[in-house]
């Protein structure tokens, strides 16, 4: 599975839009985009995944780059409960064989009041 | 979405006993389940991979005679830590993947904190 670069941390204000980077220079063909967040002692929360489309659902939105060596992820109106670890994670999909997700270290976005 | 609860929350063990989590699907059923451990302020850590009926698949430097995983049913796992020691504390997480090809997402567990004195 390609390899994700994410920055250590974030700061965003409450009400803002909270834009998180990720590169994944080395993405294959197959392999889609996945996000997933960690609040503090708490189990990993899927989020949104993409292939090469923008993608939107109620949480967050994905922006994928044309060459989709890069990702946006996109929380809209962030709150205080939106602070937490993000995990963006590269892989094929599950109909190829690929199974496991490999975490790597994500970024902690803390949400100020 | 798809549940995935796990129990105990947290336990407190004494070293060198064994402590048994479950890993359970509430609402689906789980051909494959993943167990993963996380350390404080690190990220998750993936441990092994069963696949209902079959052994599990050890990530290396993972002890398959240490960390017990059976898969006995398509909405149950186990991982039992055997003979405990206090660098075995941990998060200890769980995770399934449903039946189906629509099943991209994994479902993650709420987690159990394992805690050797």
């Known amino acids: 599975d390609a390899k994700t670069t994410q920055p250590t941390s974030m700061d965003c204000a409450e009400g803002r839009a909270a834009n998180l980077p990720c590169n994944h220079s080395?993405?294959?063909?197959?392999?889609?985009v996945y996000w997933y967040r960690q609040i503090h002692s708490q189990g990993p929360q899927y989020i949104i995944h993409?292939?090469?489309n923008n993608e939107t659902n109620e949480m967050a939105s994905l922006i994928i780059t044309e060459d989709r060596k890069s990702s946006t992820l996109i929380l809209p109106h962030a709150t205080l409960r939106d602070t937490a670890v993000y995990y963006c994670?590269?892989?094929?999909?599950?109909?190829?064989?690929?199974?496991?997700?490999?975490f790597g270290q994500g970024t902690r976005l803390t949400i100020n009041p | 979405g798809a549940v995935v609860s796990q129990h105990p929350s947290r336990v407190i063990c004494k070293s060198g006993t064994s402590v048994k989590i479950e890993c359970r699907s509430l609402?689906?059923?789980?051909?494959?389940m993943f167990w993963y451990r996380q350390f404080p302020k690190k990220s998750l850590m993936l441990m092994a991979t069963?696949?209902?009926?079959?052994?599990?698949?050890?990530e290396q430097g993972v002890e398959k005679d240490k960390f017990l995983i059976n898969h006995a049913s398509l909405t149950l796992s186990t991982l039992t830590v055997t003979s405990a020691h206090p660098e075995d504390s941990s998060f200890y997480i769980c995770?399934?993947?449903?039946?189906?090809?629509?099943?991209?997402?994994?479902?993650f567990g709420p987690g159990t904190r394992l805690t050797v004195t």
């Open positions: 995770s399934a993947r449903g039946l189906g090809e629509s099943s991209y997402e994994q479902y």
């Open positions: 080395t993405i294959s063909g197959n392999e889609y």
């Open positions: 993409g292939l090469k």
């Open positions: 994670i590269v892989r094929a999909p599950p109909l190829l064989g690929a199974q496991k997700l490999v």
């Open positions: 609402d689906f059923q789980a051909t494959t």
């Open positions: 069963s696949n209902e009926g079959s052994k599990a698949t050890y």
